[in-house]
């Protein structure tokens, strides 16, 4: 059907004239003429290659030509190639368009009238280009189509500096993707989340929502790798579609941006090339925010912003990776990259042993259909999607208020909530799939599976009580231990309730406060100023009445109630002053395990 459509198009165009000649388009290519009376030379220029409109953003920059053609397999491409590409030799725009199957000839002259011909044929037809990936107002922008129509019907198109960078493909049909890929995961939680997580992507946006990360962890040959490949068939083939850790922070930040209101799966964590940075781009994929960068003419380029859910893999968990390279793992990495324990399953990501003889060859069979049916379940969502947005936006909201409902109802723990409420909204996307006609499940087949996942995260979270508490108690416990004998200077009591210097002539570097023994109690006085600035925010705990209030249910400050300090008479000090006294003894026998 496409290649008609574009037959149709190529017997639709007219000849240009040029110098000597004139540019005739037809199914056997573009062929320049040379009329020299009776003598008419035919100069074979390349394969059939149409320009459909011209491009621009929505300021009137970026101007470009919207190019369209198919190669020798029958597949249509199409690309917006910037015009700035035109005022070079041309070198690039061939290499790109040979990339993709357009031939083209390798004399000097006709390669000079190519580009001729693809800068100059007269067009008249415009559209808006932009150059991110993903929503559009009420249209969803691929690299190779745009899926939806917006209320002007002018054309929208993506825009890059490459052809070829589309990782979004189709194979089959929709019944074809269902009877051996999504049927087959409907007994295996594991894999519901999988591709539900695939269909959410899409949602954050209309829905205002952050995105998500979740990680996989297990032994290898436990499926994980099946997982991710299922997940990916939802938009494209997993071999060129899944991508891999083994990239720096700055090379992952183009990846996130290419896979803007969509899916990313990262595999294997472990071949990430400087553990030390895996914090830093976990916070940065989430976030959906790169780094500013100059351009050549040393002006501030746009940084990249992106929302995305991906999936991940691991033998390892994020936490164990960070801690084997010096880092202290946050609790904003643990709600933003969820770790998922496969190992607790006898049959590693599949939860029973149901349509082949082992859980082995349940893995062999479904990353063999991987690779034969894909990107079709992606598409019929982006319509379902783009047909009526508002409306399907509204059913979507209302699924995601009850299911956020349902999960976070027996706790009131921050992070145990965001979880919560990300896994609603993976829910939401499975449950919408499903009354969109896409998975084939039963109705409640997604929300059940991901209520189970959730729940075995919460068996297997290690803080299952309040995580931001303890957080927050190691950090002070850890600074104390760290800095005790060269941030604080000794005192000797005079009395019950005043103090001078053990050694006058002492000097501390970057001085945080006092300590004093006294027998077997040690006691920490730090004023309250110096507490917030030179503690706090250090550990970056920037809630100060929230980690004072912490320390007080602890038992680790002796304080005059209701407040948090006491008075005490400093040396050299007429007056007293209000400090935090912290008893080191209880603080010592705390512990997390």
């Known amino acids: ?130 150059n991110k990936i993903g929503w559009y107002r009420n249209q969803f922008i691929l690299p190779n189509k745009t899926i939806g129509q917006n209320d002007s019907g002018e054309i929208v198109v993506y825009q890059s500096e490459n052809a070829s960078l589309s990782k979004y493909s189709t194979k089959g049909t929709l019944h074809e993707w269902q009877k051996n890929i999504s049927i087959l995961a409907e007994n295996h939680p594991f894999l519901i989340l999988a591709i539900s997580l695939a269909f959410s992507g899409q949602l954050l946006e209309p829905l205002n929502q952050n995105g998500t990360g979740i990680h996989f962890k297990g032994k290898s040959s436990k499926g994980k790798s099946t997982a991710e490949f299922v997940a990916c068939t939802v938009f494209g083939n997993p071999e060129s579609y899944h991508c891999t850790w083994r990239n720096t922070g700055n090379a992952l930040e183009q990846t996130a941006f290419m896979h ?95 349509f082949e003889e082992s859980a082995a060859s349940q ?48 706790f009131n723990e921050g992070h145990i909530i965001r979880v919560a409420k990300s896994f609603a909204l993976v ?50 416990k850890l600074f104390f231990i760290q800095n005790g004998s060269s941030r604080f200077e000794q005192l000797i009591p005079k009395d019950s309730n005043s103090f001078q210097y053990d050694n006058p002539q002492q000097r501390t570097i970057e001085f945080v406060g006092y300590w004093m023994q006294s027998g077997l109690t040690k006691r920490f006085y730090v004023e309250p100023l110096s507490f917030r600035e030179s503690i706090c925010k250090k550990l970056q705990l920037y809630n100060y009445d929230y980690v004072t209030a912490i320390l007080k249910k602890n038992g680790w400050l002796d304080c005059e109630e209701p407040r948090s300090t006491k008075s005490i008479y400093l040396p050299n000090c007429k007056k007293s002053v209000r400090v935090m006294v912290f008893d080191f003894n209880v603080m010592s026998q705390y512990s997390s395990e």
């Open 1 to 130: 059907m496409e290649v008609n459509k574009f037959l149709a198009k190529l017997k639709s165009y007219q000849r240009m004239q040029h110098a000597n000649g004139f540019f005739e388009i037809a199914e056997d290519g573009v062929w320049f003429i040379k009329d020299n009376n009776d003598d008419k030379q035919k100069l074979f220029i390349c394969s059939p290659i149409i320009i459909l409109a011209k491009t621009r953003d929505d300021s009137s920059n970026g101007w470009g030509r919207l190019l369209q053609w198919l190669d020798d397999a029958g597949i249509i491409h199409t690309w917006a190639i910037p015009m700035q590409y035109f005022q070079t030799d041309g070198g690039d725009i061939r290499k790109a368009l040979s990339d993709q199957g357009v031939t083209i000839s390798v004399n000097g002259y006709e390669r000079k009238l190519f580009l001729f011909y693809l800068a100059n044929y007269p067009i008249t037809q415009l559209a808006v280009c932009v």
């Open 260 to 354: 803007n209101d969509s899916l990313l799966v990262l595999d294997e964590i472990g071949e990430v090339p400087n553990p030390k940075e895996l914090g830093s781009i976990v916070y940065m994929l989430i976030n959906g925010s790169g780094k500013g960068r100059m351009t050549k003419s040393l002006t501030l380029k746009d940084s990249h912003r992106w929302r995305i859910v991906f999936l991940s893999s691991g033998e390892k968990t994020l936490s164990e990776h960070m801690e084997e390279s010096g880092q202290n793992t946050k609790l904003g990495h643990e709600i933003r990259m969820v770790n998922i324990n496969v190992d607790d399953s006898p049959y590693g990501i599949f939860s029973c042993v149901d």
């Open 363 to 410: 893995a062999m069979l479904l990353n063999s259909n991987s690779n034969k049916y894909y990107g079709v379940a992606g598409e019929q969502w982006l319509e379902y999607l783009t047909i009526n947005k508002v409306e399907v936006m509204n059913i979507a909201n209302k699924l995601l208020n009850e299911y956020s409902r349902v999960l976070t109802a027996n």
């Open 427 to 476: 829910a939401t996307a499975g449950e919408l799939a499903t009354l969109a006609g896409i998975t084939s499940w039963k109705s409640g087949v997604a929300f059940n599976a991901i209520q189970t996942v959730f729940n075995n995260w919460i068996t297997n979270l290690k803080e299952k009580g309040n995580y931001e508490e303890k957080e927050v108690l190691e950090k002070i």
